[in-house]
């Protein structure tokens, strides 16, 4: 496995694996990241800018900036179960530098990073972000069940933070909005073995049958019912359990 990921130049943007020259900018990306939870009504592990300075210390997160230094990017690592998972997590681009292909490359360096960090861990991730589906699927991510990811109780307490949290708990873990995606470095050499190309997700081709699954999906979890409610702002907790164990 190949060392520390080299920096990656894009235009007028770097991309690199933080260290500590960057802990002035922990607390700009932190509050990027909650008025962008925020924004999109859902959540992110919320994190202290004490954490993500620990994680640019160890060399366990990527950061793009521009080329006179100012904060564009964000991504670090986690690991979970002994080791056994990686997450690439709380991925952030700044809302004036989306659309550029920062994204992309934060995560192709954090994967990359991983892979020679924890060579033998499966990479995994949470998300409802079209967007990063689409970049997982890119690196040999397929979608997968939870009961696939992390047991660990501290790795979903990191969506305790989300307002769907209260789905998540319902269901015991076994549903929630966002959809988990796993990497599997062992399954990938198994198929090679056996002379297989690796199972891929073409993200492309099924993104509208996706789409549609993530709204049938959404009305099974919320209700129909639910959803007018919540948009007008009437219902309350008993009433939404008492909904979901009906279904
Ligand atoms: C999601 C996010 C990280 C994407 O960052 P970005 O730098 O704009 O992404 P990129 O430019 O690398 O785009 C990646 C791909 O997704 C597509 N994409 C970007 N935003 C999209 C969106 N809102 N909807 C659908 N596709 C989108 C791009 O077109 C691109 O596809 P292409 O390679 O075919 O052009 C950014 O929008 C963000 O910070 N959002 C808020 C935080 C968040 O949702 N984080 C993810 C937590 S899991």
Redesign the pocket.
């Known amino acids: 496995m190949n060392n520390t990921p080299e920096k990656t130049v894009i235009g007028n943007y770097i991309v690199q694996v933080a260290t500590v020259e960057h802990a002035g900018l922990a607390e700009t990306i932190c509050s990027e990241m909650e008025s962008?939870a925020k924004a999109?009504g859902t959540g992110?592990a919320k994190r202290s800018p004490l954490y993500l300075l620990e994680k640019m210390k160890e060399g366990k997160a990527v950061i793009a900036t521009t080329t006179d230094g100012e904060w564009v990017?964000f991504c670090y690592i986690e690991t979970w179960d002994h080791g056994k998972f990686v997450a690439n997590s709380g991925?952030?681009?700044h809302p004036s530098?989306?659309?550029?292909?920062?994204?992309?490359?934060i995560k192709a360096m954090a994967f990359k990073l991983s892979r020679s960090k924890y060579p033998d861990a499966k990479i995994i991730?949470?998300?409802?972000?079209?967007?990063?589906m689409?970049?997982n699927s890119e690196l040999g991510y397929i979608p997968v069940p939870f009961s696939e990811l992390p047991k660990e109780d501290d790795f979903w307490k990191g969506c305790s933070s989300c307002v769907n949290y209260d789905i998540l708990t319902r269901t015991n873990r076994a549903h929630c909005l966002c959809t988990g995606m796993k990497f599997d470095p062992l399954e990938v050499a198994e198929r090679a073995e056996e002379g297989k190309k690796p199972l891929i997700w073409d993200f492309l081709k099924e993104s509208k049958l996706y789409e549609h699954w993530m709204s049938v999906k959404q009305r099974i979890l919320f209700g129909r019912e639910e959803i007018g409610k919540k948009k007008a702002g009437q219902l309350t907790r008993k009433e939404s359990k008492t909904q979901l164990t009906e279904l």
């Open positions: 962008s999109r992110i990017g991925l952030i681009v530098h989306r659309k550029s292909g920062i994204a992309t490359a991730g949470l998300t409802t972000s079209m967007a990063v689409k970049i």
